[in-house]
């Protein structure tokens, strides 16, 4: 895939992953647009994530996500999407951002999850006991995120650390 017909970079993975700091960081380097799916989701239906998984549960969060992403992978902007943790559940979506775009998958370990979401409030998900609500998500999920090209280990590194493997993998791949 040239430069030219790469549209979008999809940053997938499980919660904590750092989908949207290294996406906000990639995209600066790379001088391209960055949308978060689930900021996208908050700003189009005027409330927090938690308050829809609450009021109208997560089948409806799911529509809501299916549709802001395809839009966003659909427009004519070159972007860097960071899509939320459970997007990648729904094939039609899988589908979706492998026909749009060029996909990279977000790894780390459940110790390294637990330790960046600890203190999170804001994911439904995740509510309770943390260690092992993650453990529970990640072994459900354990092969939601092998349909991706590339891949790339979080793990003990920093923003910086994997923006710059990122790029080195689109290299290979696509022209930057
Ligand atoms: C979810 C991940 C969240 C958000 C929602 C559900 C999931 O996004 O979309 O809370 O099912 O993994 P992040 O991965 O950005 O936290």
């Known amino acids: 895939m040239s430069n030219k017909e790469l549209r979008n970079i999809v940053l997938v993975g499980f919660m904590g992953t750092g989908k949207s700091t290294v996406g906000a960081l990639?995209?600066?380097q790379l001088g391209w647009e960055i949308v978060d799916v689930d900021?996208?989701?908050v700003q189009s239906e005027g409330r927090a994530i938690a308050d829809i998984f609450e009021k109208d549960g997560e089948a409806a969060f799911r529509a809501i996500e299916t549709a802001v992403l395809e839009k966003l992978l659909t427009d004519s902007r070159k972007l860097i999407i960071a899509a939320g943790g459970g997007a990648v559940l729904a094939e039609?979506?899988?589908e979706l951002m492998l026909k749009h775009g060029l996909v990279v998958a977000l790894t780390a370990t459940a110790e390294q999850i637990v330790e960046r979401v600890?203190?999170?409030t804001a994911r439904p998900l995740l509510q309770g006991e943390v260690k092992a609500r993650v453990e529970l998500l990640m072994e459900q999920r354990k092969h939601a995120y092998d349909f991706a090209?590339?891949?790339v280990d979080t793990t003990a590194r920093s923003a910086?650390?994997?923006a710059a493997a990122i790029t080195e993998q689109?290299?290979?791949r696509i022209q930057l």
């Open 92 to 94: 039609r979506n899988r």
């Open 170 to 172: 689109l290299e290979t």
């Open 149 to 151: 090209p590339v891949s």
């Open 39 to 41: 900021a996208e989701i």
């Open 118 to 120: 600890k203190h999170d």
């Open 160 to 162: 910086a650390e994997v």
């Open 26 to 28: 990639l995209a600066k």
